[in-house]
DNA sequence: GTTAATGTTGAGAAATTTTGTCGGATATGT
DNA sequence: ACATATCCGACAAAATTTCTCAACATTAAC
């Protein structure tokens, strides 16, 4: 029982864009180079967080990707919903529903346990895991003049 | 998420083993088609419990297996451990050791939720499952002249 | 308008893990 | 001796996860 890469590149990933989210958008391959994670596949999972609600993408040059809500909205049982990562302990019931569900005897013993972890992941936030306790952050994009400075010293030092 | 086959499996063919457990062996075989199990892949998971010391071993004609301890003593914690299927949430602290650990932000929370699931783990057993509020059940076994009459039956029955 | 930076998508390759098989060795009750 | 079992290691098959690639769409900056 091991949570996949995908969900921890995940995490990793988000934590470090709402750490330096002060609403400019943050480009897959920064991510991917400070965090150490595939371009390509990050891209692929950032896909599905946006579509999945969690990010907002801003297209084009100078573009990349926002939190589609506030950091202390946004909670793990939903990252993980958004990547299609369910937590499942018995093949039973939630996967494609188990014919034995009745008379299987560690029905009730996992369904605990999924409640369990279910509980801690719908009450802890993105911005519990960062740490800070934001408690405004407008979604909005305002045009920032400074992003483009720090962007292009970031992409320098890593070549990318 | 999940938990895989192998750890499904095991608690079936424990449960279906504790439930008939008057003492006498019972063989992979027996339980295997009962369980609709292959037979070979539950003898190298019975194989790991025996070695986990969760089950203890007949060898030779009319033999099989029996639980090593009462079921209310073996815990689920006991035979995932047994199995070499470790609960790790993150990649980091248990598996391998992780650089990150300190800075890691997600630490903290796999930490949490493994301590959560380990607490069910720990707290129910064998006994718990099968539903059976064992209170005594003596590991030795006693050459019972009934089991051969019972094995033969469901022998035969199977056709395996 | 052109260009460069960036997101978007789908197909599929590569790697890893899980699941299952096989052949034979060893042990034991009858 | 024989039939019934466990035991063991290596391997085969399947599934899943991880990662790459190629082509395309969109937008900012020049």
Redesign the interface.
């Known amino acids: ?5 995908t ?2 590149y995940s ?2 990933a988000l ?1 470090d864009l709402s ?1 330096r989210a002060d609403n400019d958008p943050v480009s897959v391959s920064d991510i991917a180079s400070r965090q150490d994670i595939p371009v390509t596949y990050l891209e692929q999972i950032f896909g599905k967080l946006r579509r999945g609600g969690i990010l907002a993408s801003i297209r084009g040059s100078q573009g990349g990707y926002i939190l589609a809500r506030p950091a202390n909205d946004i909670t ?1 049982a939903e990252i ?1 919903q958004a990547l299609g ?7 039973c019931q939630t996967e494609k529903g188990c014919e034995n569900a009745v008379t ?3 029905f009730s ?2 369904r ?2 999924k409640g ?2 279910d509980e ?2 719908r009450t ?1 936030t993105l911005a ?4 800070e306790k934001i408690s405004l952050m407008t979604p909005a994009k305002t045009p920032d003049p400074e992003r483009e400075e720090a962007r292009r010293k970031a992409t320098e030092s890593k070549g990318e």
């Open positions: 029982m091991r949570l996949s890469t969900a921890r995490l990793r934590s750490s793990v993980l990562e369910p937590v499942i302990f018995g093949s299987c005897p560690t013993l996992w605990k346990v369990s972890v801690i992941l802890t519990d895991i960062v740490g």
